[in-house]
C-alpha cells in the first residue's frame, strides 16, 4: 500500500492547496512541506529492499483484455529519482515559501507545485508503459500551468504555450512509440518489454518505434532540435526553474532513454540518434550559454548541455557509460538547483538578473556568494566537487567510442568543458568586481529559511564530490543494477584514479575554459554582444513560431473554404451527404437489388390507407404552411402525430402508441407556450411584395433535395421492408426471457427496465439536464420588444372575458363548467397514471407514459385556471422531483452491488399481502418509479419555466427611466 | 402494404426536409418534428409489420419468438420519442430566447442579405 499512497498522496495535497485563501502562504508552505517530507520518509523507508536489489510491485486491474493494467513498479532507478523528486522538492517548497511575493495567488502555485510532483512520482514509478505515457502529459500540462503562473505577462504565456506543444507533441510521439513497443512486445508492462529487447531490436518496426521514442525523450529533455523551449520556460518564477526545469521534468526525457536502454540501445541506429542529437546539443548548449545575458538563461542553457552530456552517454551504449549518465544526473540535479535557488535569490535581492549590471556581489552577500561559487566550480567540474567526479567518467567514456583514431567525441567532450568553464566564469563574475551601474535594490543576504536549500545543496555537492563511494555509492549501485542486471560493470567511484588521459582531458578543460574566458573578455566580450555568434541564424524559436503561424495559416484557409457560419448551406450539405446513404447501400456489392412485390399494396386495409393518407397530408400542407400560419401548421404537425401513433398501434406496438400519444399532447402546450414570443408574419402576397427569383430559385432547389431525400428514404424502407426479417436477431432472447428472468410480461417494457435499464438510467439522466438546461436558459430570457405588450386577446374592450384573471375565468367567468368538471377529473387523472404505472410490467404501461399522463393531468389545471391560481394551491416542485427519481433510480441500481451483482441487475420478491393477495414485485419496478418520478419532474419543469415568461415582469426598456423620472418629479 | 408505409415514411422525411431547409426558425422546429415522426417510423418498421401480434408474453407456456412483434425496435423507438421530446424541449427555448437576444427569428440569428 506504501506504492499507491505515495503517488497519491501529493494529488490530495494539490487538491486541498487549491482550496486555500488566497494569502495563506505558511500554511501552503507547511502543507506542500509535509506531503513532500512524508514521501520522501516513505520512499526513504523503502531503501533497505531496493539496496537488496528487490523490485516492489503494486497492480491494479484496470483494462486486463487490452493488457492495460495500473502497475507501480520501484527498482534502484525509479527509488533514485523518486528521492530526487521528493528531496529537491521539498527544498524547493521552503525555498518558494520565501520566494513568492504576497501578492502572488500562492494556492495556485502550490496547487501546481504538488500536482507536478504526483506527475513526476507518476513518470518514474510506472511499470506499464501506456500509464507512463499518461503521466508524461501530465508533467507536461503540470509544466505549462507553472511556466504560465505570472499569466499577465505576455513572455510567460508564450513560454508556456511553447514549452506545452513541443513537449506535448513529443509525448503525442512517444505514445506511438509506446504502442509499437507493445505491439512488438505483446504487452505494455515494462518488465515484459524490457525482456523483450532481442526480439524488439530485431524487428522490422524497431526504427519506427526508436523515433518515436526518442522524439518524445529529446523533446522532454530538451535535446536539440528541440533545445528551443527551455530557455523560454525561465519565464517561471524561480522554484519552478530550478525544480522542473532543471533538477526533475527535464530529467524525464533521460529517465525514459534510461528505462528502455536495455530494450533499444546496442544497435547503430540507437548510437546515432540518440549520441547524435547529445553531442550537437552539448556543443551548442554550452556555447550558446556563454553569451547570454540573463542569469536564467545561461543556466538554462548550461542546463541543455548537461543534458546532452547524458544523452551522450546513454547513447555511446556502454554499461559504464550508463553508470555515469545516472551519476551525472544526480549530480547535475543537486549543483544546478542550487544555482537557480542562488540567482533567484540574486534576483530578488537586487531586483535584476542582468549579468552586465551585476557585479560586486560578494561585499553584500557574501555567504550566497561563496555557495553560488561552489556550486558553479562544480557545473564547471572543478576536483573535489561531484561535477568533477561524472564529468572525468565522461571523458574517459568518450575515448572508448570508436577505434582509437576516432577522436572527435573526445574533441567535442573536452571542447564542453572548455566552454562550460567560461560559462561558469561569466556566472561567478558577478560577485568580483564594482557594479558599473547602480542596482534596483540594495542588495543584502536573503532570510536564513531561503538560503537554507541552497547550503545543503552545495554541502551535497561537496560531500559527494570528496567521499563518493560513502554517500551515494550505494544508492548508484542499486540503480545501476537495476538497469544493467548481470551486465553491471565493475567501477570505482574514487576522486583520484591515478595519472591518466580522463584527469588530463579535465585540466585541458579547466585552463583552456579560463584562457578562453580571458580572451572573450579582452576580444569579444560577451557583455557587449547581443547574440549568440556564430549560431544564432539557427533560432529554433523562430522556426517554432514560423510552424505555428503557417499552421493557424492553413487552418483560417480551410475555414475560409469549407466553413461558413449560415445554418442552411450546412444543413444543405448534410441532407446531400445523407442522400448519399441510400446510394451506397443500394451499390454495395453484398445488396440484393430489392425483388418487387407482385401487389405491393395487396392486403392493405382501406382504414390503414385513408389512416396514412391523412397523416402524409397534414405533413404536406404543414410544410405548406409553417411560415406564415404557424398555429395551423401546429395542428397540422399534431395530426401527424396522432397518425403516427394510431399506426403504432396498428402494428402492434401498445406502448409506442400511448407515449406518442402524450408526447404529442405535451410537445403541442409547449410549443404553444412558445408561439408568443415570435414575431408576426404576413404572407408577401397580402402585403402585394413579389418575391424574388432567386429566392424562388433556392426553393425549387430545396424542394428537389425534399423530394429525393424522401423518395430515397422510401425507397430504403420499401427494400428491406420486403425482405424477411434477419433470422439471428436479439430480439428473440428478450421475448423468450421477459417473462422468465425479466419478471414481466410486457416485453418492451422489461426491455427498459430490465434488461437495457443502464441505458434507460441514461436516458432519464438526459432527460433531466435538459429540463435544468430549459430552466437556466430561461432565467435569463430577455424577450424581444415587439413580444412584450399584452396579446391583444388579453386587451379587448369588448370582451368581459379580457378582464378578468385566468383564475377568475375558470372560477366564475366563462370556463366555469369546465372548471368544475377538470377539477373534479384531477384525481382520477392523476389515479389512471397510477394505473397505468402498476400495470407497466406486464400491460402496456410503465414509468414514461405514466408519467407523461401524470404531467398532462397537472398541465390542464394550469390551461383552465392559469399559473397563478395552480401555484398557489399546488406546490409542484419540480426540481425536487428530478432529484428524488434520479437518486431513487440510481440507488436501484446501486442496490445491487449490496447482493454481490453488477449495477442494475434485476431481482423479484414475492411477497403475501393479507387483502391483496401474493404480489410478486421486482426491484425494475422501484427504478420504473425513479423514471416515472423524473419524468414527470422534467416535463412539469420545461412547461412551467416557459409559462412562467407570460407572467413575469420584463423589464421594458426606457419604461424604468421614465417611470423613475415620474417619481422625481 | 409495405408500399404505403414505405411512402407514408418517404412523404413525412420530405416534408421535413423541405422545412428544416427553410429561414425560419418555427420552420425548423416543425420540420425536425416531421422528420422524427419519419425516423421513428423508420427504425420501428425494421421490426416488419406484424398485425395484432403485440409483444405481451401472456400466454402460458414458453412463448415463440415468431408469435410476437419485434420488441427490440419498439424499445429502441420508446426511448427516441422521449428523447426528442426532450431536444424539442431544448429547441424550442434556444429559438425563443434568440429571438429575444437578436431581434429575428432567423436561423442565422440575422436577416440574410438576400
Same mark, same amino acid.
Not at chain 1, 478 to 497: I, N
Not at chain 1, 908 to 924: F, K, M, N, R, Y
Not at chain 1, 939 to 954: D, E, F, K, V
Given at each position: 500500500?506504501?506504492?499507491?499512497?505515495?503517488?497519491?498522496?501529493?494529488?490530495?495535497?494539490?487538491?486541498?492547496?487549491?482550496?486555500?485563501?488566497?494569502? *495563506?502562504?505558511?500554511?501552503?508552505?507547511?502543507?506542500?512541506?509535509?506531503?513532500?517530507?512524508?514521501?520522501?520518509?516513505?520512499?526513504?523507508?523503502?531503501?533497505?529492499?531496493?539496496?537488496?536489489?528487490?523490485?516492489?510491485?503494486?497492480?491494479?486491474?484496470?483494462?486486463?483484455?487490452?493488457?492495460?493494467?495500473?502497475?507501480?513498479?520501484?527498482?534502484?532507478?525509479?527509488?533514485?529519482?523518486?528521492?530526487?523528486?521528493?528531496?529537491?522538492?521539498?527544498?524547493?517548497?521552503?525555498?518558494?515559501?520565501?520566494?513568492?511575493?504576497?501578492?502572488?495567488?500562492?494556492?495556485?502555485?502550490?496547487?501546481?507545485?504538488?500536482?507536478?510532483?504526483?506527475?513526476?512520482?507518476?513518470?518514474?514509478?510506472?511499470?506499464?508503459?501506456?500509464?507512463?505515457?499518461? @503521466?508524461?502529459?501530465?508533467?507536461?500540462?503540470?509544466?505549462?500551468?507553472?511556466?504560465?503562473?505570472?499569466?499577465?505577462?505576455?513572455?510567460?504565456?508564450?513560454?508556456?504555450?511553447?514549452?506545452?506543444?513541443?513537449?506535448?507533441?513529443?509525448?503525442?510521439?512517444?505514445?506511438?512509440?509506446?504502442?509499437?513497443?507493445?505491439?512488438?512486445?505483446?504487452?505494455?508492462?515494462?518488465?515484459?518489454?524490457?525482456?523483450?529487447?532481442?526480439?524488439? =531490436?530485431?524487428?522490422?518496426?524497431?526504427?519506427?518505434?526508436?523515433?518515436?521514442?526518442?522524439?518524445?525523450?529529446?523533446?522532454?529533455?530538451?535535446?536539440?532540435?528541440?533545445?528551443?523551449?527551455?530557455?523560454?520556460?525561465?519565464?517561471?518564477?524561480?522554484?519552478?526553474?530550478?525544480?522542473?526545469?532543471?533538477?526533475?521534468?527535464?530529467?524525464?526525457?533521460?529517465?525514459?532513454?534510461?528505462?528502455?536502454?536495455?530494450?533499444?540501445?546496442?544497435?547503430?541506429?540507437?548510437?546515432?540518434?540518440?549520441?547524435?542529437?547529445?553531442?550537437?546539443?552539448?556543443?551548442?548548449?554550452?556555447?550558446?550559454?556563454?553569451?547570454?545575458?540573463?542569469?536564467?538563461?545561461?543556466?538554462?542553457?548550461?542546463?541543455?548541455?548537461?543534458?546532452?552530456?547524458?544523452?551522450?552517454?546513454?547513447?555511446?551504449?556502454?554499461?559504464?557509460?550508463?553508470?555515469?549518465?545516472?551519476?551525472?544526473?544526480?549530480?547535475?540535479?543537486?549543483?544546478?538547483?542550487?544555482?537557480?535557488?542562488?540567482?533567484?535569490?540574486?534576483?530578488?535581492?537586487?531586483?535584476?538578473?542582468?549579468?552586465?549590471?551585476?557585479?560586486?556581489?560578494?561585499?553584500?552577500?557574501?555567504?550566497?556568494?561563496?555557495?553560488?561559487?561552489? *556550486?558553479?566550480?562544480?557545473?564547471?567540474?572543478?576536483?573535489?566537487?561531484?561535477?568533477?567526479?561524472?564529468?572525468?567518467?565522461?571523458?574517459?567514456?568518450?575515448?572508448?567510442?570508436?577505434?582509437?583514431?576516432?577522436?572527435?567525441?573526445?574533441?567535442?567532450?573536452? *571542447?564542453?568543458?572548455?566552454?562550460?568553464? %567560461?560559462? #561558469?566564469?561569466?556566472?561567478?563574475?558577478? @560577485?568580483?568586481?564594482?557594479?558599473?551601474?547602480?542596482?534596483?535594490?540594495?542588495?543584502?543576504?536573503?532570510?536564513?529559511?531561503?538560503?537554507?536549500?541552497?547550503?545543503?545543496?552545495?554541502?551535497?555537492?561537496?560531500?559527494?564530490?570528496?567521499?563518493?563511494?560513502?554517500?551515494?555509492?550505494?544508492?548508484?549501485?542499486?540503480?545501476?543494477?537495476?538497469?544493467?542486471?548481470?551486465? %553491471?560493470?565493475?567501477?570505482?567511484?574514487?576522486?583520484?584514479?591515478?595519472?591518466?588521459?580522463?584527469?588530463?582531458?579535465?585540466?585541458?578543460?579547466?585552463?583552456?575554459?579560463?584562457?578562453?574566458?580571458?580572451?572573450?573578455?579582452?576580444?569579444?566580450?560577451?557583455?557587449?554582444?547581443?547574440?549568440?555568434?556564430?549560431?544564432?541564424?539557427?533560432?529554433?524559436?523562430?522556426?517554432?513560431?514560423?510552424?505555428?503561424?503557417?499552421?493557424?495559416?492553413?487552418?483560417?484557409?480551410?475555414?475560409?473554404?469549407?466553413?461558413?457560419?449560415?445554418?442552411?448551406?450546412?444543413?444543405?450539405?448534410?441532407?446531400?451527404?445523407?442522400?448519399?446513404?441510400?446510394?451506397?447501400?443500394?451499390?454495395?456489392?453484398?445488396?440484393?437489388?430489392?425483388?418487387?412485390?407482385?401487389?405491393?399494396?395487396?392486403?392493405?386495409?382501406?382504414?390503414?390507407?385513408?389512416?396514412?393518407?391523412?397523416?402524409?397530408?397534414?405533413?404536406?400542407?404543414?410544410?405548406?404552411?409553417?411560415?406564415?400560419?404557424?398555429?395551423?401548421?401546429?395542428?397540422?404537425?399534431?395530426?401527424?402525430?396522432?397518425?403516427?401513433?394510431?399506426?403504432?398501434?396498428?402494428?402492434?406496438?401498445?406502448?409506442?402508441?400511448?407515449?406518442?400519444?402524450?408526447?404529442?399532447?405535451?410537445?403541442?402546450?409547449?410549443?404553444?407556450?412558445?408561439?408568443?414570443?415570435?414575431?408576426? =408574419?404576413?404572407?408577401?402576397?397580402?402585403?402585394?411584395?413579389?418575391?424574388?427569383?432567386?429566392?424562388?430559385?433556392?426553393?425549387?432547389?430545396?424542394?428537389?433535395?425534399?423530394?429525393?431525400?424522401?423518395?430515397?428514404?422510401?425507397?430504403?424502407?420499401?427494400?428491406?421492408?420486403?425482405?424477411?426479417?434477419?433470422?439471428?436477431?436479439?430480439?428473440?432472447?428478450?421475448?423468450?426471457?421477459?417473462?422468465?428472468?425479466?419478471?414481466?410480461?410486457?416485453?418492451?417494457?422489461?426491455?427498459?427496465?430490465?434488461?437495457?435499464?443502464?441505458?434507460?438510467?441514461?436516458?432519464? %439522466?438526459?432527460? *433531466?439536464?435538459?429540463?435544468?438546461?430549459?430552466?437556466?436558459?430561461?432565467?435569463?430570457?430577455?424577450?424581444?420588444?415587439? #413580444?412584450?405588450?399584452?396579446?391583444?386577446?388579453?386587451?379587448?374592450?369588448?370582451?368581459?372575458?379580457?378582464?378578468?384573471?385566468?383564475?377568475?375565468?375558470?372560477?366564475?367567468?366563462?370556463?366555469?363548467?369546465?372548471?368544475?368538471?377538470?377539477?373534479?377529473?384531477?384525481?382520477?387523472?392523476?389515479?389512471?397514471?397510477?394505473?397505468?404505472?402498476?400495470?407497466?410490467?406486464?400491460?402496456?404501461?410503465?414509468?414514461?407514459?405514466?408519467?407523461?399522463?401524470?404531467?398532462?393531468?397537472?398541465?390542464?389545471?394550469?390551461?383552465?385556471?392559469?399559473?397563478?391560481?395552480?401555484?398557489?394551491?399546488?406546490?409542484?416542485?419540480?426540481?425536487?422531483?428530478?432529484?428524488?427519481?434520479?437518486?431513487?433510480?440510481?440507488?436501484?441500481?446501486?442496490?445491487?452491488?449490496?447482493?454481490?451483482?453488477?449495477?442494475?441487475?434485476?431481482?423479484?420478491?414475492?411477497?403475501?399481502?393479507?387483502?391483496?393477495?401474493?404480489?410478486?414485485?421486482?426491484?425494475? @419496478?422501484?427504478?420504473?418509479?425513479?423514471?416515472?418520478?423524473?419524468?414527470?419532474?422534467?416535463?412539469?419543469?420545461?412547461?412551467?419555466?416557459?409559462?412562467?415568461? #407570460?407572467?413575469?415582469?420584463?423589464?421594458?426598456?426606457?419604461?424604468?427611466?421614465?417611470? %423613475?423620472?415620474?417619481?422625481?418629479? | 402494404?409495405?408500399?404505403?408505409?414505405?411512402?407514408?415514411?418517404?412523404?413525412?422525411?420530405?416534408?421535413?426536409?423541405?422545412?428544416?431547409?427553410?429561414?425560419?426558425?418555427?420552420?425548423?422546429?416543425?420540420?425536425?418534428?416531421?422528420?422524427?415522426?419519419?425516423?421513428?417510423?423508420?427504425?420501428?418498421?425494421?421490426?416488419?409489420?406484424?398485425?395484432?401480434?403485440?409483444?405481451?408474453?401472456?400466454?402460458?407456456?414458453?412463448?415463440?419468438?415468431?408469435?410476437?412483434?419485434?420488441?427490440?425496435?419498439?424499445?429502441?423507438?420508446?426511448?427516441?420519442?422521449?428523447?426528442?421530446?426532450?431536444?424539442?424541449?431544448?429547441?424550442?427555448?434556444?429559438?425563443?430566447?434568440?429571438?429575444?437576444?437578436?431581434?429575428?427569428?432567423?436561423?442565422?440569428?440575422?436577416?440574410?442579405?438576400?
Amino acid at each position: 500500500m506504501l506504492l499507491p499512497s505515495l503517488l497519491l498522496i501529493p494529488f490530495i495535497g494539490s487538491v486541498i492547496a487549491a482550496v486555500m485563501p488566497e494569502n *495563506a502562504r505558511n500554511r501552503e508552505a507547511w502543507l506542500a512541506g509535509s506531503v513532500s517530507l512524508a514521501g520522501l520518509i516513505g520512499a526513504g523507508s523503502l531503501y533497505p529492499r531496493i539496496s537488496a536489489g528487490e523490485v516492489l510491485r503494486y497492480e491494479l486491474p484496470w483494462m486486463p483484455a487490452y493488457g492495460l493494467d495500473f502497475v507501480l513498479r520501484i527498482d534502484g532507478l525509479a527509488w533514485i529519482f523518486a528521492m530526487l523528486v521528493l528531496g529537491i522538492g521539498l527544498l524547493v517548497v521552503l525555498y518558494a515559501r520565501y520566494y513568492m511575493s504576497p501578492e502572488d495567488p500562492v494556492p495556485r502555485f502550490f496547487s501546481f507545485l504538488l500536482a507536478f510532483m504526483g506527475s513526476m512520482l507518476g513518470v518514474v514509478l510506472s511499470g506499464n508503459l501506456v500509464q507512463l505515457v499518461v @503521466f508524461w502529459e501530465l508533467t507536461s500540462i503540470t509544466s505549462f500551468l507553472l511556466i504560465g503562473y505570472w499569466h499577465h505577462r505576455a513572455d510567460a504565456r508564450r513560454g508556456a504555450r511553447m514549452a506545452f506543444t513541443v513537449t506535448a507533441t513529443g509525448g503525442l510521439c512517444l505514445l506511438a512509440g509506446v504502442i509499437i513497443l507493445g505491439h512488438i512486445a505483446g504487452s505494455y508492462d515494462l518488465d515484459a518489454v524490457i525482456a523483450a529487447g532481442d526480439a524488439i =531490436r530485431a524487428h522490422e518496426l524497431y526504427l519506427p518505434a526508436l523515433v518515436l521514442v526518442a522524439l518524445g525523450a529529446l523533446t522532454k529533455s530538451a535535446q536539440f532540435p528541440f533545445h528551443f523551449w527551455l530557455p523560454h520556460a525561465m519565464a517561471a518564477p524561480t522554484p519552478v526553474s530550478s525544480y522542473l526545469h532543471s533538477a526533475t521534468m527535464v530529467k524525464a526525457g533521460v529517465f525514459l532513454l534510461m528505462r528502455l536502454w536495455p530494450a533499444l540501445s546496442g544497435t547503430p541506429e540507437w548510437t546515432w540518434i540518440v549520441a547524435g542529437a547529445g553531442v550537437c546539443t552539448l556543443l551548442l548548449g554550452s556555447f550558446a550559454a556563454i553569451f547570454q545575458h540573463d542569469l536564467k538563461g545561461l543556466l538554462a542553457y548550461s542546463t541543455i548541455s548537461h543534458l546532452g552530456l547524458i544523452t551522450v552517454l546513454l547513447g555511446i551504449g556502454t554499461p559504464l557509460a550508463m553508470v555515469a549518465a545516472i551519476f551525472h544526473t544526480i549530480n547535475h540535479a543537486t549543483f544546478k538547483a542550487s544555482l537557480f535557488m542562488a540567482a533567484g535569490i540574486i534576483d530578488h535581492e537586487t531586483g535584476t538578473r542582468d549579468l552586465r549590471v551585476l557585479r560586486g556581489l560578494h561585499r553584500q552577500m557574501p555567504i550566497t556568494a561563496t555557495l553560488a561559487i561552489v *556550486a558553479s566550480a562544480a557545473m564547471a567540474g572543478v576536483p573535489l566537487l561531484n561535477g568533477f567526479l561524472s564529468k572525468e567518467m565522461f571523458f574517459a567514456e568518450t575515448l572508448q567510442v570508436g577505434s582509437s583514431r576516432n577522436w572527435w567525441m573526445s574533441a567535442a567532450a573536452v *571542447a564542453m568543458g572548455i566552454f562550460s568553464v %567560461t560559462y #561558469s566564469l561569466r556566472f561567478i563574475n558577478i @560577485f568580483f568586481g564594482t557594479p558599473k551601474v547602480a542596482l534596483p535594490k540594495t542588495p543584502h543576504e536573503p532570510p536564513r529559511w531561503m538560503r537554507f536549500p541552497v547550503e545543503l545543496l552545495v554541502l551535497a555537492c561537496l560531500v559527494v564530490g570528496v567521499l563518493p563511494g560513502l554517500s551515494v555509492g550505494p544508492a548508484l549501485h542499486a540503480a545501476v543494477g537495476s538497469v544493467l542486471g548481470p551486465r %553491471t560493470p565493475a567501477y570505482d567511484l574514487a576522486v583520484w584514479h591515478g595519472l591518466n588521459v580522463p584527469l588530463l582531458m579535465s585540466f585541458i578543460a579547466l585552463i583552456g575554459g579560463a584562457l578562453f574566458y580571458l580572451t572573450l573578455r579582452r576580444r569579444f566580450d560577451p557583455d557587449l554582444r547581443d547574440n549568440v555568434p556564430l549560431i544564432y541564424r539557427f533560432s529554433g524559436a523562430q522556426a517554432y513560431e514560423n510552424v505555428m503561424i503557417a499552421l493557424s495559416q492553413a487552418a483560417n484557409f480551410l475555414l475560409r473554404l469549407f466553413g461558413t457560419r449560415r445554418l442552411q448551406p450546412q444543413m444543405l450539405w448534410m441532407m446531400l451527404a445523407l442522400l448519399l446513404v441510400p446510394v451506397l447501400v443500394g451499390l454495395s456489392p453484398s445488396a440484393q437489388l430489392a425483388a418487387p412485390l407482385a401487389a405491393p399494396f395487396a392486403n392493405l386495409d382501406p382504414l390503414f390507407a385513408l389512416l396514412l393518407t391523412v397523416g402524409c397530408v397534414c405533413a404536406l400542407a404543414a410544410a405548406w404552411q409553417a411560415k406564415y400560419h404557424r398555429l395551423v401548421a401546429l395542428a397540422l404537425v399534431g395530426g401527424t402525430g396522432i397518425v403516427t401513433a394510431v399506426v403504432f398501434l396498428w402494428l402492434s406496438a401498445p406502448d409506442l402508441a400511448l407515449t406518442q400519444l402524450m408526447v404529442e399532447t405535451v410537445t403541442t402546450v409547449l410549443i404553444l407556450l412558445g408561439l408568443r414570443w415570435l414575431p408576426p =408574419r404576413i404572407a408577401p402576397k397580402e402585403l402585394a411584395i413579389d418575391v424574388p427569383r432567386s429566392v424562388w430559385l433556392h426553393r425549387s432547389r430545396d424542394l428537389l433535395v425534399a423530394v429525393a431525400g424522401g423518395g430515397a428514404l422510401a425507397a430504403l424502407t420499401y427494400a428491406i421492408l420486403v425482405r424477411p426479417a434477419p433470422e439471428d436477431s436479439i430480439s428473440g432472447f428478450f421475448v423468450l426471457r421477459a417473462l422468465a428472468e425479466g419478471g414481466g410480461s410486457n416485453v418492451v417494457n422489461v426491455l427498459l427496465v430490465d434488461f437495457r435499464g443502464f441505458d434507460t438510467m441514461g436516458e432519464i %439522466t438526459v432527460l *433531466a439536464a435538459v429540463a435544468l438546461t430549459v430552466y437556466a436558459l430561461l432565467r435569463r430570457f430577455r424577450p424581444a420588444h415587439e #413580444s412584450l405588450a399584452p396579446p391583444s386577446q388579453q386587451t379587448n374592450d369588448v370582451d368581459p372575458a379580457a378582464a378578468q384573471t385566468p383564475a377568475e375565468q375558470a372560477g366564475s367567468g366563462y370556463l366555469m363548467v369546465p372548471g368544475v368538471y377538470l377539477r373534479l377529473l384531477l384525481p382520477f387523472m392523476l389515479l389512471i397514471a397510477a394505473y397505468f404505472f402498476m400495470r407497466g410490467h406486464n400491460l402496456p404501461g410503465g414509468g414514461f407514459v405514466a408519467g407523461l399522463i401524470f404531467a398532462v393531468a397537472i398541465i390542464v389545471q394550469y390551461m383552465l385556471a392559469g399559473t397563478v391560481w395552480v401555484e398557489s394551491h399546488l406546490r409542484l416542485r419540480p426540481h425536487r422531483w428530478l432529484g428524488f427519481g434520479l437518486v431513487t433510480a440510481a440507488a436501484t441500481g446501486v442496490g445491487a452491488w449490496l447482493f454481490g451483482h453488477p449495477f442494475l441487475t434485476s431481482h423479484t420478491v414475492h411477497l403475501h399481502l393479507p387483502i391483496l393477495g401474493e404480489l410478486h414485485v421486482p426491484s425494475a @419496478f422501484v427504478f420504473d418509479l425513479g423514471v416515472f418520478v423524473v419524468v414527470v419532474g422534467s416535463t412539469m419543469l420545461i412547461l412551467t419555466a416557459i409559462a412562467h415568461q #407570460s407572467i413575469r415582469g420584463h423589464r421594458q426598456p426606457g419604461k424604468g427611466a421614465e417611470a %423613475t423620472a415620474r417619481g422625481v418629479l | 402494404m409495405e408500399a404505403a408505409v414505405a411512402i407514408a415514411i418517404g412523404i413525412l422525411f420530405g416534408s421535413g426536409i423541405w422545412l428544416i431547409l427553410r429561414p425560419r426558425t418555427f420552420q425548423v422546429i416543425t420540420g425536425l418534428l416531421l422528420m422524427s415522426y419519419a425516423v421513428n417510423l423508420f427504425i420501428f418498421v425494421m421490426g416488419r409489420l406484424w398485425i395484432d401480434k403485440a409483444p405481451l408474453t401472456l400466454a402460458p407456456g414458453t412463448p415463440d419468438p415468431a408469435d410476437y412483434a419485434d420488441p427490440l425496435s419498439q424499445a429502441l423507438v420508446l426511448t427516441a420519442i422521449v428523447i426528442g421530446f426532450a431536444t424539442t424541449a431544448l429547441y424550442l427555448v434556444m429559438m425563443i430566447g434568440a429571438r429575444g437576444l437578436s431581434g429575428t427569428d432567423h436561423v442565422d440569428g440575422e436577416e440574410s442579405d438576400e
